[in-house]
């Protein structure tokens, strides 16, 4: 690339730089200056803060977050492949049918594991015995 090429670009981030550095200045500039007793205190939905921050959260929410973030990302991808279905034809249809097959694969898996079970305590490791099984 030459010069010529980019200098529409670094205009524009020259003229972003300028203008955020003046906004952040008017700011310090003309902008209040106070320090009120709460100020350092946080602040939220208008409620004091009680207690401590470091709640005892059980780790089966996150393992179901992390569960639905992965699976919901795949709809992305079959999103798309819909978008696409015309001009990919049987060979794309096969392909997704394959990456629907695994996801089906990984959800039975996940259940049978346990991880989608929040009535029993989970037990680490392998299912040792039938009645573990479900």
Request: no cysteine; proline share 4%; glycine share 12%.
């Amino acid at each position: 690339m030459s010069p010529p090429d980019y200098w529409p670009f670094v205009v524009y981030v020259a003229l972003i730089a300028t203008v955020a550095g003046g906004m952040l200045g008017v700011s310090a500039l003309l902008g209040q200056k106070h320090n009120a007793r709460g100020k350092g205190k946080p602040y939220e939905s208008g409620l004091d803060g009680t207690g401590t921050g470091r709640l005892k959260i059980s780790i089966r929410f996150y393992l179901i977050a992390i569960l639905f973030v992965i699976f919901d990302l795949e709809v992305i991808y079959i999103f798309s492949w819909a978008i696409a279905l015309r001009e990919l034809g049987w060979q794309g249809y096969g392909g997704i049918a394959v990456f629907i097959g695994i996801l089906i694969v990984a959800l039975i898996y996940e259940w049978r594991m346990g991880a989608l079970d929040w009535s029993r305590p989970r037990r680490p490791g392998r299912i040792t015995n039938k009645k573990d099984k479900l």
